[in-house]
């Protein structure tokens, strides 16, 4: 009793003292099943080699989660991919080939779910299959796991001669909107006879591909863009973990926005409103964690958001808040000088647009803080408010013939916010007098 009654006293206490705070905190988003390689099957030793594959990723729309209730936060794909495979050995050989349905490495969405891609279908030499789903078991360390489900079908391949398999299937992205990753394992085709011959894999997009809705320093290197779509090409490639492939996209309904405001922005080219918006959605790919910082590979896109915000200043000079996020945009280049070279804004740069946007605004708190983060012990800024002048003046020295009277205290009357620690002193004696009193007690009745 006297343990559990300190305890609630210790609790009282610190509520009044520590006011609770909520943290919200980012969490990595649930993966998703990539696409794969085909896989020979479990301990198969195999004369078959994969002479060439390619795969097709369509990007389609941003949808719901199929396995979990979680709305517009998801970017769909239809996957179609074609494998040339040929025994180069000296008999025919029969196996069940598999097709991974589940993440590879067991690991699931990493919030205990594995979900699975879907509608998956087979054809061999352009017939379609049957498949059924195997089971191996999850490996994945430290963890009991369900097993890893594949699709398995039945093939043949006789000695020489070329075998096609075509499978289409369905998959969801990676990440949180407005970006979306994609992941296409090939550490799976291992198994096969020697290297992989040649491989393509074509990422296509619902409009032109460019280096603002594709973000290709963050995806596999050496993507091609061609059109609406990006290539990657390979050859004489024995995969490991490190060739798997994956590429980083603006979701297209962002960027189809941004689409939708540029064409407006074409007939109205001095419409601040329409300029401010596709700021805005610049602003939503540009930033990372924290304000003014970029994300990773996001330098095309943060130099289309400088020049909207500079043509909406120069028809709309007046607007605070236009120089705030143009003093936003220059100091997140400030801060990665080495993707701008040699055009990187200075520490005035920035703080040219934070003085026009205190002058319009001075109580902006943006302003303020973007000013505390700017300046440093070796960047010297002059303060954002001009400095108040004092004027002294002198008051004639008094002659007294009898001793000077006691002035009164001018100094201002306490105002409630005055009051706080008081209130808080008074609250800790409080406590205090109630556990001396509660030990009193305890102790008497200890006594009896």
């Not at 970006?179 to 997009?205: H, K, M, V």
């Not at 934070?354 to 605004?361: F, M, Q, V």
Request: charged share 20%; proline share 8%; aromatic share 10%.
């Amino acid at each position: 009793m006297r343990k559990h009654f300190f305890v609630l006293v210790i609790l009282i206490a610190a509520f009044i003292f520590n006011p609770v705070s909520s943290v919200l905190a980012d969490a990595a988003p649930p993966e998703q099943p990539p696409g794969s390689l085909l896989d020979p099957g479990k301990n198969t030793t195999t004369k078959v080699q994969m002479v060439s594959e390619k795969v097709t990723i369509q990007v389609g729309n941003v949808a719901s989660f199929y396995y979990f209730d979680r709305s517009n936060n998801i970017v769909n794909a239809e996957v179609s991919a074609s494998f040339f495979l040929q025994n180069q050995g000296q008999k025919d050989e029969k196996m069940q080939a598999r097709f991974p349905l589940t993440n590879f490495s067991g690991y699931g969405d990493g919030y205990g779910r594995f979900p699975e891609i879907q509608n998956f279908r087979v054809w061999v030499n352009q017939v379609e299959k049957k498949w059924v789903i195997t089971e191996t078991p999850n490996l994945y360390p430290n963890k009991v796991y369900f097993p890893i489900k594949w699709a398995s079908f039945d093939v043949t391949f006789p000695v020489g001669k070329q075998v096609q398999i075509d499978v289409t299937y369905q998959m969801q992205s990676t990440g949180y909107l407005p970006q979306a990753r994609f992941d296409y394992i090939l550490e799976t085709g291992a198994g096969w006879f020697g290297p992989i011959g040649s491989g393509e894999i074509i990422l296509t997009l619902p409009y032109p591909a460019t280096n603002g809705n594709i973000n290709l320093s963050e995806s596999t290197s050496g993507g091609q863009m061609i059109g609406n779509s990006v290539t990657w090409n390979f050859t004489n490639l024995e995969p490991t973990s490190e060739d798997n492939w994956h590429a980083l996209i603006v979701s297209p309904d962002t960027w189809q926005s941004i689409l939708d405001n540029r064409l407006k922005l074409e007939k109205t080219p001095e419409d601040v409103a329409l300029l401010t918006a596709l700021g805005e959605k610049y602003e939503e790919l540009v930033y990372g964690m924290g304000y003014w910082n970029m994300k990773d590979g996001t330098a095309p896109i943060i130099l289309l958001c400088r020049e909207v915000y500079q043509k909406a200043i120069a028809i709309k000079p007046g607007d605070a808040d236009l120089h705030v996020k143009l003093a936003g945009i220059l100091f997140a280049m400030y801060k990665s000088p080495e993707q701008f070279k040699p055009a990187v804004p200075t520490a005035e740069d920035i703080y040219h647009e934070l003085k026009s946007a205190y002058i319009l605004d001075p109580h902006n708190r943006e302003i303020s803080s973007m000013y505390e983060e700017l300046t440093s012990p070796t960047v010297n800024l002059p303060p954002l408010a001009a400095e108040p002048t004092t004027t002294v003046t002198h008051k004639p020295t008094p002659t007294f013939t009898s001793p000077p009277p006691v002035e009164k205290n001018n100094l201002p009357p306490a105002t409630s916010g005055d009051n706080s620690l008081t209130y808080e002193l008074i609250g800790l004696v409080i406590v205090l007098i109630l556990v001396i009193i509660v030990l009193v007690i305890l102790r008497k009745k200890g006594n009896k």
